[in-house]
Each structure stands twice: as structure tokens, then as C-alpha cells.
């Protein structure tokens, strides 16, 4: 069992920057992804970004540039650094782990088996 708790959302300018991070509870597999999702009012759920437990990462074309994932050095924390915010960035951002992934692809977001509780991104015009 994966644990995990969002924290960092709040509200911003565009423009502005947040800094998401995921606690994540004592992970056992060797290898995984950890993600970040995100809802907007009325509309479903979206992937944002991912990280491989070896440090490969991947982006929605709509935050490339914008967006970055990391991990703690400890592998404890996941981030997601956000610049150049824009309205459309208005969600509720979740955190998410695959526990261990043995595919070759990259999963879906029915893959993943383990979600935080989501923190609220908020950013005016």
C-alpha cells in the first residue's frame, strides 16, 4: 500500500509559480511511475506529468516548458514546479503512483493504483 499527500496548491496571478509536492509513504518496488493529474471544473481527469523510478520523465504538450517533476533525493517527495501559470492551469492536482510497473509503455491513468486527495490550483487573469 502507497501512500500519498498533496500539498503546496493555493491561489496565483498568470505568470505566477507553485511548487506541488506528493509525500509518499514507504515504497517498496523497484519500479513505478509517479504522476501528476489534474481536474478542472467540469471537465475529467488529465495527465500532467510523470516520472519513472529511474528519473524519466514525461509531459502533457500543454505544460512542456512550463512544468516540471522531480523527485526528492530520498525518492520520498515527488514535486511538480510550475511557472509561467495560466487560468487554464485551474484544477485540482492529484498525485498518483502505479505501484510496481512491469509494462513496457507508459501507463494510463487507469494504471495507476494509488491517488492522493488532490490540492487546489487556483490562478487569475
Known amino acids: 500500500q502507497v501512500r500519498l499527500v498533496e500539498s503546496g496548491g493555493g491561489s496565483v496571478q498568470a505568470g505566477g509559480s507553485l511548487r506541488l509536492s506528493c509525500a509518499v509513504s514507504e515504497n517498496t518496488y523497484r519500479r513505478y511511475y509517479m504522476g501528476w493529474f489534474r481536474q478542472p471544473p467540469g471537465k475529467e481527469r488529465e495527465g500532467v506529468a510523470s516520472i519513472r523510478s529511474d528519473g524519466r520523465t514525461t509531459y502533457a504538450d500543454s505544460v512542456k516548458g512550463r512544468f516540471t517533476i522531480s523527485f526528492a533525493n530520498t525518492r520520498r517527495t515527488v514535486y511538480l514546479q510550475m511557472n509561467t501559470l495560466k487560468p487554464e492551469d485551474t484544477a485540482m492536482y492529484y498525485c498518483?503512483?502505479?505501484?510496481?510497473?512491469?509494462?513496457?509503455?507508459?501507463?494510463?491513468?487507469?494504471?495507476?493504483?494509488?491517488w492522493g486527495q488532490g490540492t487546489q490550483v487556483a490562478v487569475s487573469s
Open positions: 498518483a503512483s502505479t505501484g510496481g510497473w512491469f509494462a513496457s509503455g507508459l501507463p494510463q491513468v487507469d494504471d495507476y493504483l494509488y
